[in-house]
């Protein structure tokens, strides 16, 4: 009997890990959009998700059963990973995919839309098979997403929190507009780079380049929880509602805390000092007219201005934590007003409008690399910041209170010209896909360069093309004959990095052989899966 009974059970067994492996063998997923019961105008949403026993190399759209184009793919939804979270395999992590089609690309009347899914194992699966209807004459309002704040839960802001996102629209976006408890409180700038719009919009270009900003000043707004939505407007006065989050404010003194960035020098940049061997380097602060100086830049603003009793009182520039200069040393140097605080920064008061001091948010400070090495500072790896109080007596690191690595070297000792440059593309935590130029500029003072060396992670990529014009660099440095020829760039393959976080360096090759980072810039890959 009990053989009868074991014998039972282990059948049993056997027929759910069977059925298990055959439902682990099956293509899964689901058409969220277009819906079937709604007229299609303007840009046709095509949105949903796959799951598959194998990695999922490609999603193609159809439409009337002709190939339209490939979707976006690896796009996180984490309704679906919640509801299948014994899925196997890694490909699980990232399910969703989405595009669009121009509905004026066919006539009014019934159309049919698919998407196929290929998988490694070399099946295709159809997918959500329906016919929808186009009428182009109506309207469509605009479409977007907020991704900052998210939906996880009520989002916690102090001083000011950014609203990014995305939104567009076939007429063109007018404006997108920041509302909290249905005012508005300002308009966001728009028509920043989102490169992962455009590969899931390839029907509207003006997609590559619809990711909007605004930094919302909550000092404008009572401490409590508050409605914020964003609301986009087309060129036709079309507007509709993108998103809406909830948001708690709690502002005290100690956490309106200044801030701000250094735009100038980049982490791990050679920085080269001249005059290193005694002299004059023992006056405090240094003012060497003679010496070489790098300039550190960069723009600072106070989260109390609203109050008026916020405003930046002083910045500081330190060296391993020791202070060098301080807008104590505010004054006329080098043809120009330089270690102060105030200077011009009118691109800072694109993003920040409704900061007073936003025009002159700016400081300048003269790091003077020989006259440190002269006092006793040692070559080689250093940590600079920028930091910067109010009158309250809070004050904040710039850019984090880690600051940024960079390598001090004294230009007689090896005999070299120093180096300036800088990384234009990508920009800071861009997100990039497919073939990527990547630009900048770079120059030894009034000396020739062999070549620019391209690294990323570490490992040497390949030489960049160099003598491209940089009128704009040349208007920075007059006096430096080599700046009008400094552009440099660089064609990337992105598909061959992972879908992470990268870094990428710049290193200027000189005659003599002698190579000198210059900048490092972070950025992201978010390319499709590869066939």
Not at 238 to 259: A, D, H, M, Y
Not at 366 to 381: H, S
């Amino acid at each position: 009997m009990w053989r009868w009974v074991t014998r039972g059970l282990v059948l049993t067994l056997l027929t759910a890990l069977c059925a298990s492996t055959l439902h682990a063998q099956q293509v899964i997923g689901a058409l969220d959009y277009p819906d079937p019961a709604a007229v299609q105008s303007g840009m046709v949403l095509v949105k949903g998700w796959v799951l598959a026993p194998n990695a999922v190399t490609r999603i193609e759209l159809f439409v009337d059963d002709q190939f339209r184009h490939r979707l976006n793919q690896d796009l996180p939804r984490i309704d679906v990973v919640e509801t299948h979270p014994d899925w196997p395999g890694i490909q699980s992590a990232r399910p969703g995919f989405q595009t669009g089609f121009t509905a004026s690309l066919y006539s009014n009347g019934p159309h049919t839309v698919e998407v196929r899914v290929y998988t490694s194992d070399g099946k295709m699966t159809p997918l959500g098979r329906r016919t929808v209807n186009v009428d182009n004459s109506i309207n469509q309002s605009p479409f977007g997403s907020v991704d900052i704040p998210d939906l996880g839960a009520t989002y916690n802001a102090s001083g000011a929190f950014p609203v990014l996102g995305w939104a567009v629209d076939t007429d063109g976006i007018a404006r997108v507009d920041v509302l909290i408890d249905e005012t508005v409180m300002q308009s966001a700038i728009y028509s920043d780079a989102r490169p992962d719009v455009g590969n899931s919009f390839p029907d509207l270009p003006a997609a590559q380049f619809s990711g909007f900003i605004a930094n919302v000043e909550t000092t404008r707004i009572q401490d409590g929880v508050h409605q914020l939505a964003v609301r986009a407007v087309d060129r036709f006065g079309v507007s509709k509602e993108i998103g809406r989050r909830t948001v708690q404010v709690f502002n005290s003194n100690e956490n309106l805390r200044p801030f701000g960035y250094v735009d100038e020098p980049k982490r791990d940049a050679t920085l080269f000092g001249t005059l290193c061997d005694g002299g004059d380097g023992g006056f405090s602060p240094p003012i060497r007219p003679n010496a070489y100086i790098t300039p550190v830049r960069g723009w600072a603003l106070d989260l109390g201005t609203r109050t008026d009793i916020g405003h930046v009182s002083y910045a500081e520039l330190l060296v391993d934590g020791v202070k060098y200069l301080s807008t104590d040393n505010c004054g006329f140097l080098f043809g120009g007003f330089a270690n102060c605080y105030g200077m011009p920064r009118y691109d800072v008061q694109r993003y920040y409008p409704t900061y007073f001091d936003a025009p002159r948010a700016g400081f300048l400070f003269t790091l003077d690399v020989g006259a440190l090495i002269n006092l006793g500072v040692r070559q080689g790896p250093h940590v600079l910041k920028v930091r910067v109080g109010d009158q309250q007596q809070t004050f904040s690191d710039l850019p984090t209170r880690d600051g940024i690595p960079v390598f001090f070297k004294c230009s007689e000792t090896v005999n070299e010209v120093p180096v300036r440059g800088f990384i234009d593309i990508p920009a800071s935590f861009d997100y990039v896909s497919g073939n990527v130029v990547f630009q900048g500029w770079a120059f030894k003072d009034n000396a020739s360069i062999l070549g620019v060396d391209i690294i990323i992670d570490g490992l040497f990529i390949g030489q960049a093309q160099i003598g491209f014009p940089r009128t704009d660099v040349q208007q920075q440095y007059p006096h430096v004959f080599t700046s009008l020829l400094s552009g440099w760039r660089f064609t990337m393959d992105t598909t061959k990095l992972s879908n992470s976080r990268h870094r990428v360096t710049a290193r200027v090759v000189d005659l003599n052989g002698n190579r000198n980072e210059v900048a490092s810039q972070d950025f992201y890959v978010q390319n499709n899966s590869i066939p």
